[in-house]
């Protein structure tokens, strides 16, 4: 397979622990769809339920596909600011030099959020079950008795 920008042999090579095909000239990686989610899998440990839509429409472009030559199309990598190029017989995905780094970079503030949103949904059952519990329960009943009898002191 040749480089789909200028012309050279790609050479297979393990680039953050995926092997893939790397344009030793420009630096270009051609990756399939499984690489490229083994890519962002290095970054993001929640897996492919949680990572969203990788592309929401595209648009033609004249790159050639390495692998078949039909025309490629460009999308917005997880709608943030990455423009990657895929083959729309699921031939791969094209990536300029260092667009890995960046897959990496993205995932990692992808799971970072992801984290957060987990630990508040977490803290939320967790008052939820303060408030049914017990104890607040007697402790409201205490207040109203409280209230009513002013000899009785609440108990907290
Ligand atoms: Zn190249
Ligand atoms: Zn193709």
Same mark, same amino acid.
């Given at each position: 397979m040749k480089c789909q920008s200028c012309d050279t042999e790609? #050479?297979?090579?393990?680039? %953050? *622990?995926?092997? #893939?095909?790397?344009?030793?000239?420009?630096d270009g990686m051609w990756l399939s769809r499984q690489e490229l989610s083994q890519l962002e899998d290095k970054a993001f440990d929640f897996g492919d339920d949680e990572k969203g839509s990788l592309m929401l429409g595209s648009s033609p472009t004249t790159h050639k596909c390495p692998q078949c030559g039909k025309f #490629?199309?460009?999308?917005? +990598?997880?709608? +943030?600011?990455l423009e990657m190029l895929f083959c729309e017989d699921q031939h791969g995905f094209w990536?300029?030099? /260092?667009?890995?780094?960046?897959v990496l970079e993205l995932m990692k503030k992808e799971e970072a959020n992801l984290a957060r949103t987990v630990l508040?949904? %977490?803290? !939320?059952?967790?008052?939820?079950? +303060?408030?049914?519990? *017990?104890? !607040? #329960? %007697?402790? &409201?009943? /205490?207040?109203? &008795?409280?209230? &009513? /009898?002013p000899r009785s002191k609440p108990r907290f």
């Open positions: 790609l #050479m297979p090579k393990k680039r %953050d *622990g995926v092997e #893939m095909e790397v344009c030793p000239s420009c #490629m199309n460009s999308f917005q +990598y997880r709608l +943030y600011e990536l300029e030099a /260092d667009e890995d780094k960046r508040a949904e %977490d803290r !939320f059952a967790a008052h939820l079950r +303060y408030l049914r519990s *017990g104890s !607040f #329960m %007697d402790k &409201i009943h /205490d207040l109203a &008795i409280a209230a &009513i /009898d």
